[in-house]
């Protein structure tokens, strides 16, 4: 059972009886399972089961828990694809550029593709490649394709030896989303996407950072030429 600590002023309760548990659940991982009733959690804290209530619903919105019908509250880990629809929704809000999303994505696929370059394995090597042929199976099932496209590029980051750098990478699912499939609505989009894919397979094999960060510079930026002639295609109807 966790232990926490239970200091707790009477200023804005549901929050700060929310970071005393934060803090209990990331000091224990998610080894401890299911957290205490809350009759217990509103005994050890000294406040009503009403506090207590409000303050799990605040750790649900920051992914640390979740509920079960007549089974109370488990501790679970923040999804990176609850960062990545938030990051979607500034990028949007914020009407940040196209080019500042591919400047991003240039610097971090291209650190992620010269580690990967010196360090993957053939079994590795064989993963992206199927992702690849997935890509070209599903050319016209969109759904699959970009799924399998999205995958390319997360293993990309998760093979770095860089485990930060892998989930940064798949924190962006739902950004790599939204440009694949304006990408791949230009014309010859879907087949040149596929292509550069290959390439930069390729130079994977060759374990040579420069050659693996020339074809995804290539590759990052024929997809932004993709995205820029399908926005003014769009723009023109």
Do not use: W
Not at 41 to 46: D, T
Not at 91 to 118: C, H, N, P, W
Not at 193 to 199: A, E, P
Request: hydrophobic share 40%; aromatic share 4%.
């Amino acid at each position: 059972m966790l232990i926490m600590e239970n200091d707790v002023s009477k200023v804005t309760l549901c929050e700060q009886v929310g970071d005393k548990i934060e803090k209990a659940i990331i000091t224990h991982g998610t080894e401890a399972g299911r957290l205490p009733s809350e009759n217990a959690l509103a005994e050890q804290f000294g406040v009503s089961r009403t506090i207590i209530r409000e303050s799990l619903k605040l750790l649900k919105a920051r992914g640390l828990v979740s509920s079960r019908v007549g089974g109370g509250a488990y501790i679970t880990k923040p999804r990176a694809s609850d960062i990545s629809e938030m990051l979607l929704r500034i990028i949007k809000m914020d009407r940040i550029s196209d080019d500042d999303v591919y400047g991003l994505r240039i610097i971090l696929e291209i650190a992620a593709g010269r580690s990967t370059a010196q360090r993957i394995t053939e079994q590795e090597l064989a993963i992206m490649e199927e992702q690849i042929n997935q890509m070209e199976i599903n050319m016209h099932n969109l759904p699959l394709r970009i799924k399998s496209d999205i995958a390319f590029h997360v293993s990309l980051g998760k093979f770095s030896g860089n485990q930060l750098l892998g989930i940064v990478e798949e924190s962006m699912t739902e950004v790599l989303r939204y440009f694949i499939e304006r990408g791949i609505a230009a014309s010859g989009g879907n087949e040149d996407g596929i292509y550069r894919h290959r390439r930069i397979l390729e130079a994977l094999r060759t374990h040579d950072p420069e050659l693996v960060e020339h074809e995804i510079r290539n590759h990052l930026e024929h997809s932004r030429l993709n995205v820029q002639r399908q926005q003014m295609s769009t723009d023109s109807l």
